[in-house]
């Protein structure tokens, strides 16, 4: 006989405070290193983002300190890491918090929601984690652990499903032990409830409580519609100024037919785009990471690493134009590119960007 789901926090709570890993993140759960280091593990496993997340702190131990860092450090605290607009949002959110709550994270959910790059998870991971506020933490692990459980075979990309499931385990979260509560289904995940592999029901502390629990049955959850698939090109962008008086940006006119045909853009190309300065010809000064983007086509995603060259004067090749100020407004560039274009006037008036 089942007991019920509504009682799970009890076990789970007491098997993660026997298993729980250690993390530098949770030996000092202090609200700016939960947060650090809920966006590093955004896109990077725990092992690869421990040596940056000790550099990160080392280099800016406090959010007025990140706040007022320049761009060059955080950028090479994060190098290696990717993703680039993670730090930038964080610096972004940091110098809100100075400005707006007095230096300190708001230890409130809806709150924490406003800030640059901190959705829904990272939001309920702050709130209940450093400051026990009960609320849910819900990400790709507890999403499988809650469909074997429930042994729910709804889609779980379908976001209403997940706005469901979202407030059955707010409903779950016990007073007192929301953070507790909320690595330990995630720790589950992770050690126990595995994605790929069947499940090690027998160490679980919520076999008792699992509709799927020792069964083949939870190697088929959660389920998970295929996203429509479309050919993911990764390009790198570049936004390249000449080092004049009068400063020009270098155009490039796309093939007549194809994606985009005859329109100019940015000039780009597929990663890694190691040698494609050199084959344009330009006489490179210096380079700088811009942000990422992406653009949906309808069979094609374009995911877009930015990178912003100064050049010396220089005779573009055939298919290539330099533009002035004065000429930029002529030019339509597709929407693509618009993270990047959108800098460009300033940057032909001698600005900088950030
Ligand atoms: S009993 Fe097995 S399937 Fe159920 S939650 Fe535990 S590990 Fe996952």
């Not at 000064?285 to 995911?303: D, G, M, N, Y």
């Amino acid at each position: 006989m089942k007991q019920p789901i509504t009682e799970i926090a009890k076990p789970l709570v007491a098997w993660y405070k026997l298993h729980e890993r250690t993390f530098p993140w949770r030996e000092n759960p202090s609200p700016y290193r939960v947060w650090v280091s809920e966006i590093m593990l955004q896109q990077t496993r725990i092992e690869a983002a421990l040596p940056y997340f000790h550099r990160f702190m080392e280099a800016l131990p406090t959010i007025k300190d990140l706040a007022n860092a320049d761009e060059d450090l955080l950028l090479k605290l994060w190098e290696g890491l990717g993703y680039y607009s993670r730090v930038r949002n964080l610096q972004k959110a940091a110098k809100r918090v100075m400005e707006e709550f007095g230096g300190e994270l708001p230890d409130d959910y809806e709150k924490l929601l406003t800030l640059n790059g901190i959705g829904e998870y990272t939001a309920g991971a702050i709130a209940s984690i450093a400051f026990g506020k009960r609320v849910a933490a819900v990400d790709g692990n507890v999403l499988r652990v809650m469909a074997r459980l429930l042994d729910d075979d709804t889609d779980v990309m379908d976001t209403k499903h997940r706005k469901q499931l979202t407030k059955l385990v707010n409903e779950l979260v016990p007073e007192g032990y929301a953070g507790e509560f909320n690595q330990g289904i995630m720790e589950l995940g992770e050690t126990i409830c595995l994605p790929n592999a069947m499940p090690r029901c027998l160490e679980c502390p919520l076999k008792d409580y699992c509709a799927v629990a020792g069964l083949e049955r939870a190697r088929e959850l959660p389920v998970r519609s295929a996203p429509k698939q479309r050919r993911v090109e990764q390009r790198m962008v570049f936004t390249i100024i000449t080092d004049e008086k009068t400063p020009r940006v270098l155009l490039h006119r796309r093939e007549k037919n194809g994606l985009l045909g005859g329109m100019w853009e940015l000039p780009n190309a597929l990663l890694p785009a190691n040698s494609v300065l050199e084959d344009w010809g330009i006489p490179v000064i210096s380079t700088k990471p811009l942000s990422t983007a992406k653009h949906i086509f309808s069979h094609v995603e374009w995911q877009l690493q930015g990178t912003l060259v100064k050049a010396k004067s220089f005779t573009p090749k055939d298919g290539f134009q330099l533009v002035l100020a004065t000429e930029w407004e002529q030019y339509a560039l597709p929407t693509a590119f618009k993270t990047y274009s959108k800098n460009i006037p300033m940057l032909l008036n001698g600005e900088e960007i950030q």
